[in-house]
């Protein structure tokens, strides 16, 4: 992804609160038809993330992932294929009635997580079910309402061999804030407060975003 510097990460805590903000990722790799892509929760595994380096933090890390092993995209991953994990935050249009400066063009506010690496296949039941609850804790804490799984681990059991579990060791990462920082401070504040004022909660949290940065 290329990212220009005026649209970069202040700080690598950003990169991973995007992550565990909109943890629904899109896992893109190669088959042998061309390119596979497929709609998954991804997380961190948390005992990694003092390791992180680099701009975003996660570069050193691990990340885990399951999908269903029926999905031919399961069938075409190999030990230490790369892999890019796509996350999308908080995004929206920009109007350029909203700059009131006259001549304008309209753009879109958005962030984006380029995650890449290289894939380690998890096997045996046990391994692929701790992927599992290790997924349902930390979306529970981070999303839920407290839920305890206990009841459900004979269930799990049941359709654990239908689930293909994986590691990703990030390799690198880019983060993109594009949040109108090519602006003046006034214009930025009128476009935050243009997404503040809007039903939609994906863009009062862009708005939040742009007043963080400021």
């Not at 908080?90 to 984006?112: D, I, K, L």
């Amino acid at each position: 992804m290329f990212v220009p510097k005026l649209y970069r990460t202040p700080d690598p805590s950003w990169a991973l609160a995007l992550m565990r903000g909109h943890p629904l990722a899109m896992l893109v790799g190669n088959g042998a038809d061309g390119p596979l892509v497929t709609h998954l929760p991804v997380i961190p595994d948390e005992t990694t993330l003092a390791a992180g380096t680099g701009e975003t933090g996660l570069v050193g890390t691990t990340l885990l992932g399951h999908l269903n092993r029926a999905n031919p995209h399961w069938k075409a991953l190999a030990a230490e294929d790369p892999v890019t994990l796509v996350f999308h935050g908080p995004h929206g249009y920009v109007s350029p009635t909203v700059y009131q400066t006259s001549p304008a063009a309209p753009t879109w506010n958005f962030t984006a997580l380029h995650v890449h690496g290289t894939v380690e296949l998890i096997t045996g039941l046990d391994a692929t079910l701790w992927v599992v609850r290790e997924t349902v804790r930390i979306l529970e804490r981070d999303f839920g309402t407290g839920w305890d799984p206990t009841t459900s681990l004979s269930y799990f059991e049941q359709i654990g061999p239908g689930v293909g579990a994986f590691r990703i060791r990030v390799t690198a990462a880019e983060a993109m804030f594009k949040l109108s920082q090519e602006k003046a401070p006034e214009v930025r504040s009128r476009v935050a407060r243009s997404f503040n004022a809007d039903p939609s909660g994906l863009r009062r949290e862009l708005a939040e975003t742009m007043i963080r940065w400021s």
